[in-house]
């Protein structure tokens, strides 16, 4: 299995910046890519960005430009740099984690899930 431990939500006034982190521990050596999806009240959850083992990234359209995902391999974190904030970014921001074990096969693992209020 695979925990993954997120901090860095809170409320910030639109325009502003916030930093989101995800710690993974367990069975890390099964993660293929990990990433950052939210929801917003009444709305289905949403990818936000996505990066590979490769370092490969994958952005919404809505937030390229503006988020930048990144990893440090060495503490098993992920992190989600987010600027100029809107309103409409404010959600529940949830870490994923893409994992595959022979026979087992492919495992979605999520986070707690942590709060992002942008206000204006």
């Known amino acids: 299995q695979v925990q993954l431990v997120e901090s860095g939500g809170g409320l910030v006034q639109a325009g502003g910046s916030l930093r989101l982190s995800c710690a993974a521990s367990?069975?890390?050596?099964?993660?293929?890519?990990m990433g950052w999806y939210r929801q917003a009240p009444g709305k289905q959850r949403e990818l936000v960005a996505t990066?590979?083992?490769?370092?490969?990234?994958n952005y919404a359209a809505s937030v390229k430009g503006r988020f930048t995902i990144s990893r440090d391999n060495a503490k098993n974190t992920v992190y989600l740099q987010m600027n100029s904030l809107k309103a409409e970014d404010t959600a529940v921001y949830y870490c994923?984690?893409?994992?595959?074990?022979?026979?087992?096969?492919?495992?979605?693992?999520w986070g707690q899930g942590t709060q992002v209020t942008v206000f204006s």
């Open positions: 367990g069975n890390i050596f099964s993660i293929n890519a």
């Open positions: 990066i590979t083992n490769g370092g490969t990234t």
């Open positions: 994923n984690a893409d994992t595959s074990r022979p026979i087992i096969g492919q495992i979605d693992y």
